[in-house]
């Protein structure tokens, strides 16, 4: 379901062939990472999963379905936070998708969420929290800002997130079908199969949208382009995290038939084209010998289909109370569930090295602003904490 239709999840008991490579000396020095309940009660299927930053303690659970839900020290409560479920086709790889908060919440009472609507068509909302309680949203307080045509029902991006530029990144899929028929993460002329910056607190006179465009952003004033285009070549960036301590993007992008991949975009670098459909990891696609180059943003991390079927992108810890896991990349994958290690340093490929396991089917991963590593479970509507002993 979501980036793939979930597959029977595979339990990890050792270090097996298949993960040769991942499981060598640097897997072995690094001790195993555990996923565990991190609160009573359980959400209904659960693909993101926010923290407002606020330092309430509150976890903000995004269901499939349409509808937020707070987790806090106390467990699930009983109330959504938002509930937009008649608004929303949900299933397969449709639903409510993505949720940010504003980052001056809660000063500012915004958030932003990501859902797909009766139509089957992408829709990029502003909401308000309700003035006279914090722990409900105003639900007629909407006010869409982008609506984004989706040719087919698959590959619909869904992750939101705010830069350290204080812009909202959004993330399109290529629009769906199989190997990007439509030639979209290449296309300029459409939003989909890219990463969208836009500017949500300036509204510019003379204009229809509800967002400025940023001045920098790469395709901005670019006859015939989407000024909104803030990176290209991508088929369907399901989840991406900011870096809290270097701004750079760090993103999963789901793979065809063969490799998923985790591209990174350094800090306030736009204008890259990470490949897809020219490319699928490190793999010429279309065609698939002798693939054009020629200007792409190769991925820093690739694994195959034996050990996995649908990259989960996740983040950079940065937490020294957890020394296995501080200054380190953590994602997943929704079929295997494991947990891998990437060192988010230095330039070039890397071999992602195996961490451990989760039990469920992992959708989103964050590092909340205590430094807790939180990630959703689409199979089991579980919200876990992902820890690691110390050495």
Same mark, same amino acid.
């Given at each position: 379901?979501?980036?793939?239709?979930?597959?029977?999840?595979?339990?990890?008991?050792?270090?097996?062939?298949?993960?040769?490579?991942?499981?060598?000396?640097?897997?072995?020095?690094?001790?195993?990472?555990?996923?565990?309940?991190?609160?009573?009660?359980?959400?209904?299927?659960?693909?993101?999963?926010?923290?407002?930053?606020? &330092?309430?303690?509150?976890?903000?659970?995004?269901?499939?379905?349409?509808?937020?839900?707070?987790?806090?020290?106390? &467990?699930?409560?009983?109330?959504?936070?938002?509930?937009?479920?008649?608004?929303?086709?949900?299933?397969?790889?449709?639903?409510?998708?993505?949720?940010?908060?504003?980052?001056?919440?809660?000063?500012?009472?915004?958030?932003?969420?990501?859902?797909?609507?009766?139509?089957?068509?992408?829709?990029?909302?502003?909401?308000?929290?309700?003035?006279?309680?914090?722990?409900?949203?105003?639900?007629?307080?909407?006010?869409?800002?982008?609506?984004?045509?989706?040719?087919?029902?698959?590959?619909?991006?869904?992750?939101?997130?705010?830069?350290?530029?204080?812009?909202?990144?959004?993330?399109?899929?290529?629009?769906?079908?199989?190997?990007?028929?439509?030639?979209?993460?290449?296309?300029?002329?459409?939003?989909?199969?890219?990463?969208?910056?836009?500017?949500?607190? $300036?509204?510019?006179?003379?204009?229809?949208?509800?967002?400025?465009?940023?001045?920098?952003?790469?395709?901005?004033?670019?006859?015939?382009?989407?000024?909104?285009?803030?990176?290209?070549?991508? $088929?369907?960036?399901?989840? !991406? $995290?900011?870096?809290?301590?270097?701004?750079?993007?760090?993103?999963?992008?789901?793979?065809?038939?063969?490799?998923?991949?985790?591209?990174?975009?350094?800090?306030?670098?736009?204008?890259?084209?990470?490949?897809?459909?020219?490319?699928?990891? !490190?793999?010429?696609?279309?065609?698939?010998?002798?693939?054009?180059?020629?200007?792409?943003?190769?991925?820093?991390?690739?694994?195959?289909?034996?050990?996995?079927?649908?990259?989960?992108? &996740?983040?950079?810890?940065?937490?020294?109370?957890?020394?296995?896991?501080?200054?380190?990349?953590?994602?997943?994958?929704?079929?295997?569930?494991?947990?891998?290690?990437?060192?988010?340093?230095?330039? &070039?490929? $890397?071999?992602?090295?195996?961490?451990?396991?989760?039990?469920?089917?992992?959708?989103?991963?964050?590092?909340?602003?205590?430094?807790?590593?939180?990630?959703?479970?689409?199979?089991?509507?579980?919200?876990?904490?992902?820890?690691?002993?110390?050495?």
């Amino acid at each position: 379901m979501l980036p793939h239709p979930i597959r029977p999840a595979m339990r990890l008991l050792a270090c097996l062939p298949l993960v040769l490579a991942a499981c060598g000396p640097a897997a072995t020095a690094s001790p195993a990472a555990t996923a565990s309940p991190a609160a009573s009660g359980s959400p209904g299927p659960s693909v993101d999963v926010a923290d407002p930053g606020d &330092g309430s303690g509150r976890r903000f659970v995004v269901e499939q379905a349409g509808r937020i839900r707070i987790v806090d020290a106390s &467990g699930l409560r009983a109330r959504p936070f938002l509930d937009i479920a008649a608004e929303v086709r949900s299933g397969g790889e449709q639903g409510l998708l993505g949720l940010a908060f504003h980052p001056g919440f809660p000063a500012d009472p915004r958030f932003f969420v990501d859902y797909t609507d009766g139509n089957g068509n992408t829709v990029i909302s502003e909401f308000r929290v309700s003035a006279s309680n914090a722990d409900v949203a105003d639900p007629g307080s909407e006010r869409p800002l982008l609506h984004v045509d989706q040719p087919y029902p698959n590959h619909n991006g869904g992750a939101l997130a705010f830069g350290p530029d204080g812009f909202l990144y959004i993330g399109m899929g290529d629009g769906g079908s199989g190997g990007d028929p439509l030639g979209n993460g290449q296309r300029t002329d459409t939003l989909l199969g890219k990463i969208l910056r836009i500017d949500v607190d $300036r509204r510019p006179a003379g204009s229809d949208r509800g967002y400025a465009i940023p001045a920098d952003n790469p395709f901005a004033g670019v006859a015939g382009a989407s000024p909104e285009i803030w990176a290209t070549g991508l $088929r369907n960036p399901w989840r !991406f $995290r900011f870096d809290p301590a270097t701004g750079d993007l760090w993103i999963g992008d789901v793979g065809q038939n063969a490799w998923e991949e985790i591209d990174v975009a350094r800090a306030g670098t736009g204008g890259l084209n990470f490949g897809w459909n020219r490319m699928e990891g !490190f793999h010429c696609f279309a065609p698939s010998q002798g693939c054009d180059q020629t200007g792409l943003t190769l991925p820093v991390a690739e694994y195959g289909h034996d050990v996995g079927c649908a990259v989960i992108g &996740g983040a950079v810890v940065r937490d020294p109370g957890q020394p296995a896991l501080d200054g380190r990349y953590v994602f997943s994958d929704s079929c295997s569930s494991r947990l891998w290690l990437l060192d988010p340093a230095g330039a &070039g490929r $890397r071999e992602p090295v195996l961490a451990g396991q989760a039990d469920g089917s992992v959708s989103s991963i964050i590092a909340a602003a205590d430094a807790t590593v939180l990630a959703t479970d689409l199979q089991n509507g579980r919200l876990l904490a992902i820890s690691a002993p110390t050495p």
